[in-house]
Structures are given as C-alpha cells and as structure tokens.
C-alpha cells in the first residue's frame, strides 16, 4: 500500500516561497503519475499540479499556473511542489497523491499546512 509523508510548510508572507516535499513509499515509483492537492478551510480538495512517471509533461491547475512547479527525484522516491509568489488564497493544506491509471489514489497522507498571510 502506498505511503505518502508531506514536508515542508509553514507560515510565509504574500509574495514568499515554500517547497514542499512529498516522500513516497510502497510503489515502484518510477511507474506512477505524482500529483499535489490542497484544501482550504471549509472548500473541497482541489487539483494543483500532476507530473507524469517520465517528468517530461506537468500541467497545472490555473489558480497556481506560472507560479508553481511540480518536480521529482526518482532516485529520492521524492515529489516536490516549488511555490513562488504566494497569495492568501494559496493558505491551505497540501497533499500528495498518486494516479492509478486515470484515477487519483484514495489513500493520503496527513498533509502539509500553508499559510499565507497578507
């Protein structure tokens, strides 16, 4: 079964950068699809960004497009989330996940909290 430990939140101000780590285990990660997820207090979970097994295609959610950038070390098992020019509305709390064909896992991780003050 997969495991998926999220790192690397905090408290920044608007206009700051966070990375966020998303370490991976139980699958043969270079096989999988990686995507990152957030939830904000009281919203449903949205979609953020996702990176194909290769690394060769990402694609964003449009919220976050320009700003953010989804990467991966497949030698460190490791899904990696690069925020820059944070705004209020990008406080949430961040998960990893992995797409079983063209479906997202039902397993998550505790999450990262972020929060952007203004």
């Known amino acids: 079964q997969v495991q998926l430990v999220e790192s690397g939140g905090g408290l920044v101000q608007s206009g700051g950068s966070l990375r966020l780590s998303c370490v991976v285990s139980?699958?043969?990660?270079?096989?999988?699809?990686m995507g990152w997820f957030r939830q904000a207090p009281g919203k449903e979970r949205q979609f953020v960004a996702r990176?194909?097994?290769?690394?060769?295609?990402?694609n964003y959610a449009d919220s976050v497009k320009g700003r953010f950038t989804i990467s991966m070390d497949s030698a460190k098992k490791t899904v990696y989330l690069q925020m820059n020019s944070l705004k209020p509305d990008d406080t949430a709390v961040y998960y990893c996940?992995?797409?079983?064909?063209?479906?997202?896992?039902?397993?998550w991780g505790q999450g990262t909290s972020v929060t952007v003050s203004s």
């Open positions: 139980g699958i043969v990660f270079r096989n999988y699809n």
């Open positions: 996940n992995v797409q079983y064909g063209n479906n997202w896992s039902n397993s």
């Open positions: 990176i194909l097994s290769s690394g060769a295609y990402t």
